[in-house]
């Protein structure tokens, strides 16, 4: 099954403890973004990646980092997470060639940071 | 990419058409027109897409005006599962990976 699947689903933290939330995708896809999403302000991206190395920030990147080693993986990093970052997040991918320009969403991954 | 402007909020009886607006008065001439849709805090959902004509899919029809300076997302016969939140998206195709979502509109459909 076509998928993009996030990890782990619900966290609570503390303030200033590094956490990695994971990114999988088993389309192929070469897009894959991070977005988060917060009351009355909508979607947001953080950052995207256009392929494996290839990275870029969105419109909230600050406090937040990203990899993209592996086609398949795009993880968030929170280095020094701060009670302002408490959001729901979400992956997505889609194909750099297919139209419509279709983005594959994950299931989200809620976070609290106290 | 062209502003978007939908309203907060609507409710729909149910099996009655949903009808969305979405302004996007500065659209440019290769700028399509996307719809997706969330369902209660699940990952966003592509709908349907369109550049100039009217366009219809299994679940929903989008009607563009002739000056593309608008459009409707019509949802046939809403069902109560249909009660979400919609997003109208106006974007150049090959422009990298920005998708701005805005706070689109918050459908209620009423049994």
């Known amino acids: 099954e076509a998928q993009v699947t996030q990890n782990p689903r619900y966290l609570i933290t503390v303030t200033g403890k590094k956490l990695t939330v994971t990114c999988s995708q088993n389309?192929?896809?070469?897009?894959m973004s991070w977005y988060r999403q917060d009351p009355g302000l909508g979607l947001r991206q953080i950052y995207y990646?256009?392929?494996?190395?290839?990275?870029d920030k969105g419109d909230v990147p600050e406090g937040y980092k990203v990899s993209r080693k592996e086609k398949r993986n795009f993880p968030l990093i929170l280095e020094s997470p701060s009670p302002n970052q408490t959001s729901l997040y979400f992956c997505?991918?889609?194909?750099?060639?297919?139209?419509?320009?279709?983005?594959?969403f994950g299931p989200g991954t809620r976070l609290l940071v106290l | 990419d062209a502003k978007t402007t939908q309203p907060p909020s609507m409710d729909c009886a149910e099996g009655r058409a949903a009808n969305l607006p979405c302004n996007h008065s500065t659209i440019s001439g290769n700028e399509y027109v996307y719809w997706y849709r969330q369902i209660h805090s699940q990952g966003p959902q592509y709908i349907i897409h369109g550049l100039k004509n009217n366009e219809t899919n299994e679940m929903a029809s989008l009607i563009i005006t002739e000056d593309r300076k608008s459009s409707t997302l019509i949802l046939p016969h809403a069902t109560l599962r249909d009660t979400a939140v919609y997003y109208c998206?106006?974007?150049?195709?090959?422009?990298?990976?920005?998708?701005?979502f805005g706070t689109g509109t918050s459908l209620t459909v009423i049994p």
């Open positions: 389309m192929n896809h070469e897009y």
């Open positions: 998206i106006v974007r150049l195709p090959n422009t990298g990976n920005q998708f701005y």
């Open positions: 990646s256009m392929n494996v190395e290839v990275t």
């Open positions: 997505a991918s889609r194909s750099g060639l297919a139209r419509p320009e279709t983005q594959y």
